[in-house]
């Protein structure tokens, strides 16, 4: 492949997506169930989300957390040391450093981190709305080894945002500072993670204004996607169709590359720990339907490969859904 020498810009950012790699990439190669990976009991995940906080600053109407389905609390350090053994020794590359809660609430995600990458998992990911992750708290996130921060810029602006977010106005011109201010963060420290940001495709005016609000932040970010509007569970269906945006069943991924509602990759290619222990099958598992072994009575491997779980995917690869716990979620799709 040939390199642009003679602009030095370009070739460091050339360079950069080399190493890092397009998250995109990253997504698809996530949602793609492979072969091996359609039986009942497949193999150990590449990806694994730990839930560190159910806990969310935000009330977002798109987003089932803040109807308050369970208890909402924070992990146990000892559980989650354990956990990351628990994780490795299972085979385990990738783990995500959130799954339903706003991970820069704790004072201790950088600590986190840092001994994830020590136990020797190469790819550690993060998931923010954008709001609480100060240059400070971003900074320490990076020396810790942070390997990808991804934006969730759901709010064309501040009116909107305190619309559907149901918070205070002044949080969405402090989240689109702290979005502007890290890539500045990551070249003073010369640090190796990812920026990337995601948006919810909506219709109409909505996604026509979301769409230059991803255009003022695309320069500070490597990459931006796009996502469908989820039901998450169908637990937010009735709120988001009378806003009259069309939702999609399942979790098919992101809206440049969906996958079918059934079978669900989340059930066969990337696992979820709860704050509490729960593995879960399904990557919106508010209120603990979804869930397939408590992993402080069995290892992650007993888990994954639960009669459970087994049963449910079983379901999902012959497509009879209709009396799993999935059906109302795939409902829109099938």
Same mark, same amino acid.
């Given at each position: ?19 890092i790699g397009k998250i995109t990439e990253r997504v698809d190669a996530i949602t793609g169930?492979? &072969? ?64 339903l809660g706003e991970s820069f609430i704790l004072p201790w995600l950088p600590d986190a ?89 909506? &219709? ?71 704050? &509490? ?58």
């Amino acid at each position: 492949m040939m390199i642009n020498i003679i602009n030095p810009i370009n070739t460091a950012i050339w360079f950069f997506n080399m190493a890092i790699g397009k998250i995109t990439e990253r997504v698809d190669a996530i949602t793609g169930i492979k &072969d091996e990976y359609r039986v009942p009991a497949p193999p150990c995940p590449r990806s694994v989300k730990i839930e560190l906080t159910a806990r969310c600053n935000f009330n977002c109407s798109f987003c089932a957390t803040g109807y308050k389905l369970r208890d909402k609390r924070d992990m146990d350090w000892e559980f989650y040391l354990k956990l990351l053994k628990d994780l490795k020794s299972s085979g385990v590359e990738e783990v995500g450093m959130f799954y339903l809660g706003e991970s820069f609430i704790l004072p201790w995600l950088p600590d986190a981190i840092k001994v994830a990458k020590k136990e020797g998992f190469e790819y550690v990911f993060l998931t923010t709305n954008g709001s609480l992750c100060t240059p400070e708290k971003v900074k320490a996130c990076m020396e810790a080894g942070l390997d990808s921060l991804k934006f969730s810029l759901n709010y064309a602006d501040e009116e909107q945002f305190t619309d559907i977010a149901k918070v205070n106005g002044a949080l969405f011109h402090k989240m689109i500072e702290n979005v502007k201010s890290t890539q500045t963060i990551r070249d003073e420290g010369s640090y190796e993670c990812g920026l990337y940001g995601s948006y919810i495709d909506y &219709d109409g005016l909505q996604g026509e204004r979301m769409k230059q609000r991803a255009a003022e932040l695309e320069p500070y970010l490597d990459e931006i996607y796009t996502l469908p509007l989820y039901s998450q569970a169908n637990l937010v269906s009735v709120d988001e169709k009378g806003r009259g945006w069309a939702i999609k069943g399942g979790n098919p991924g992101r809206a440049e590359k969906m996958r079918p509602a059934v079978p669900c990759w989340s059930l066969f290619t990337e696992a979820r720990v709860s704050f &509490d222990g729960h593995l879960s099958a399904c990557c919106f598992d508010h209120d603990g339907r979804f869930r397939m072994g408590n992993l402080n009575d069995v290892s992650f491997m007993e888990a994954w490969t639960s009669k459970g779980f087994q049963n449910l995917r079983q379901q999902h690869l012959t497509g009879n859904v209709g009396q799993s716990i999935c059906k109302e979620c795939v409902s829109y799709a099938v």
